[in-house]
């Protein structure tokens, strides 16, 4: 699997565990402060739900999942300490830039967490590291897939942009009069866009490069005019006319062989020792004891 592929699957699923968590975390702190495990979170007709059988179920869907998480979480930090392994902040700058410029996953929304990206970044590299630890791999090799994959250390330029689609030429112009007055773009996204999945986040559509195929070329070429803050004027586009807002840029940005090259010998490592990217690899080694069972994952 490609670094870039990689990424996008960790992105998907740091989202999805992000969500988790915070859902059932900040859930159950809320719950916890208010009402007594008897009272009410709901109720339907004449029946109630209490808190305890609402958290209950909580814990029966999510539970298992998020106590591994933190446990693995908290294993990858004693091992890393351990063998007295760290990771750099540059590598995990260089891994966040890349995972915001391919993964499509930073949307105006989720970008806010930027600090617990970078945190769950950071992990599976210490994790990375911890199980590459004692692989010696050349010099001559690492130079060699340096050069023949180059491309892959490229951040691309990328462009984190909100668009707003309406199927006549009349209402889009409309819609920018009304932008040039003052009108909230996310507010009237929201409420003309015909692209239904964007107009609920505002119309923001998170970050796109060249290399993305899902939008038109002309998002790109647009993006690469406008500034931070600004809109464009209406443009046609398949499903009627769209206008696009620049909300961030990414510059691109080229890494040489010495900005690489320990990724690049986890990788090659990790091919070699053919050994699954989990933490669950240390649980024995640090002796963990769970409420599902002994080492049990």
């Given at each position: 699997m490609g670094r870039k592929q990689l990424w996008m699957v960790i992105a998907a699923l740091i989202m999805v565990n992000c969500l988790t968590v915070a859902f059932f975390l900040s859930k159950a702190s809320e719950a916890s402060g208010t009402m007594s495990n008897e009272e009410a979170v709901a109720t339907v007709g004449k029946e109630a739900i209490s808190r305890q059988d609402w958290l209950n179920e909580l814990e029966s869907r999510y539970g298992k999942d998020?106590?591994?998480?933190?446990?693995?979480?908290?294993?990858?930090?004693?091992?890393?300490?351990?063998?007295?392994?760290?990771?750099?902040?540059?590598?995990?700058?260089?891994?966040?830039?890349?995972?915001?410029?391919?993964?499509?996953s930073f949307s105006q929304k989720n970008y806010k967490n930027e600090k617990q990206w970078k945190e769950k970044i950071r992990q599976s590299l210490l994790l990375e590291e911890i199980l590459t630890r004692d692989v010696v791999v050349s010099n001559k090799e690492l130079k060699g897939y340096y050069d023949k994959n180059k491309t892959l250390f490229d951040v691309p330029a990328a462009y984190h942009l909100s668009h707003i689609i309406v199927k006549t030429k009349g209402e889009a112009e409309k819609a920018s009069k009304e932008l040039a007055n003052g009108s909230s773009f996310a507010a009237l996204a929201m409420e003309r866009s015909i692209e239904e999945f964007s107009a609920n986040e505002?119309?923001?559509?998170?970050?796109?490069?060249?290399?993305?195929?899902?939008?038109?070329?002309?998002?790109i070429e647009t993006a690469k005019k406008l500034k931070a803050g600004a809109y464009s004027k209406p443009f046609k586009v398949e499903q009627g006319y769209?206008?696009?807002?620049?909300?961030?840029?990414?510059?691109?940005?080229?890494?040489?062989?010495?900005d690489v090259k320990e990724q690049i010998r986890r990788q090659i490592a990790?091919?070699?020792?053919?050994?699954?990217?989990?933490?669950?690899?240390?649980?024995?080694?640090?002796?963990?004891?769970?409420f599902y069972g002994s080492n049990k994952k």
């Open positions: 998020v106590l591994k998480e933190m446990i693995d979480q908290m294993v990858v930090e004693e091992i890393a300490a351990k063998y007295h392994i760290k990771v750099s902040d540059q590598e995990v700058e260089r891994e966040f830039r890349m995972l915001q410029a391919t993964a499509n505002g119309g923001d559509i998170g970050y796109i490069s060249e290399e993305d195929e899902r939008y038109p070329e002309q998002y769209a206008l696009l807002k620049l909300e961030a840029k990414i510059s691109g940005k080229k890494y040489s062989y010495d990790l091919e070699q020792i053919k050994t699954p990217v989990s933490a669950s690899t240390f649980w024995d080694e640090a002796k963990v004891d769970w």
